[in-house]
């Protein structure tokens, strides 16, 4: 008999990881075990932690989602799992989400994904799911092409052989992107949202829209990073990847001019940096570092200055063209 087990990563927030092993020990199929990856919580989430003896725990260093859930997949699948249940700590699943999300006899291999909806609401989808707004709308047992992990997806073990594991060099913020396009477009394995499976998790709070924080928006540094990656593993063809990230990257400075009200140009000038170290596959950077310069930039006259946006783009440029010509003439 195939065994499922639900992995949740966990970072300091211990209140919201009590609320979904609750809901997780509560499930009318219950999983064969719950695995916790606490990812050197500073909280009491470690104490209270020694203390569940119903629970599989592993405690690393802080590696962001990206390595938490590259431990636990990678964990289930080598100790025989054939159904891998994962899941953010921030989220809770409804008490027949899993019994709901393995019912379907889809007849082929499927990364399989709950219906992420409002926990405050209880209807509305968190993020877009092809035309509908709300669950209430879904008329269909399967949402065929769409899923968002990792909000209760459920991994086969098959996917794990043939794909791999999340890519813990990612940290966060693109991470979970880069795997779900790794395993839907570079391996052509189908995706879809089970909408009887409900995963309820907080309403999307961020908005490139509303003015971020220069000295704390330590996280952008990976969402402009990873971006890169993401498309990497998006389209079969490098040039498209170059191009989209471009795009991507005059996209990011256009919403930084019309939509943030501070501190415009330091914004701009620290994009460069993580889109460098993408292009340079350079994975060196973490928190502290990021912080740090940071703090470090905020009284540097010169990184706000014209002069080093353009002296930064210079280099970019001189990066993407000898890739260019070496495309073309291969």
């Known amino acids: 008999m195939e065994k499922a087990i639900a992995v949740v990563v966990t970072y300091n927030r211990l209140s ?6 609750t809901a997780l020990k509560n499930q009318t199929h219950q999983p064969d075990a719950i695995l916790i990856v606490n990812n050197g919580s500073t909280d009491d989430t470690g104490h209270w932690l020694q203390s569940q003896q119903d629970l599989l ?4 260093a802080n590696v962001g989602s990206g390595g938490g859930f590259e431990t636990g997949i990678q964990w289930a699948y080598k100790n025989g799992y054939s159904w891998i249940w994962c899941m953010d700590d ?3 699943p409804k008490e027949d989400a899993l019994e709901k999300i393995l019912a379907p006899e889809l ?7 709950c219906a992420v909806i409002n926990k405050d609401d209880k209807k509305s989808f968190v993020w877009k799911t092809k035309h509908y707004q709300t669950i209430d709308e879904v008329d269909c047992q399967v949402i065929e092409g769409i899923g968002h992990p990792f909000n209760g997806t459920l991994i086969h073990r098959n996917i794990v052989e043939r794909v791999g594991v ?8 693109g991470d979970e992107t880069e795997y779900y396009y790794r395993i839907t477009r570079k391996n052509n394995i189908p995706v879809c949202t089970i909408p009887g499976s409900v995963h309820y998790h907080p309403a999307s709070g961020f908005s490139y829209k509303k003015d971020w924080d220069y000295m704390k928006a330590w996280k952008m540094y990976f969402y402009v990073r990873n971006r890169f990656h993401v ?16 795009c991507f990257l ?3 400075v256009g919403v930084i001019l019309i939509y943030q009200k501070t501190d415009k140009a330091k914004k701009i000038n620290f994009m460069l940096w993580p889109a460098m170290d993408a292009l340079k596959n350079d994975f060196s950077a973490d928190p502290s570092i990021i912080l740090t310069r940071l703090a470090g ?9 014209g002069l080093h946006i353009r002296s930064n783009f210079t280099s970019m440029v001189h990066f993407f063209t000898p890739v260019k010509l070496r495309r073309v003439a291969g």
């Open 16 to 21: 919201l990881l009590k609320e979904c092993i």
């Open 57 to 60: 725990v592993i405690t690393q």
């Open 90 to 92: 921030d989220g809770y």
């Open 107 to 113: 007849n082929r291999l499927c990364l399989r994904n």
């Open 166 to 173: 999340p890519k813990q060099n990612l940290f966060l913020w």
């Open 231 to 246: 498309h990497r593993a998006k389209f079969n063809y490098k040039i498209l990847a170059w191009a989209h990230y471009c």
């Open 250 to 252: 005059i996209a990011m």
């Open 297 to 305: 930039r905020s009284g540097d006259v010169q990184s706000i200055t």
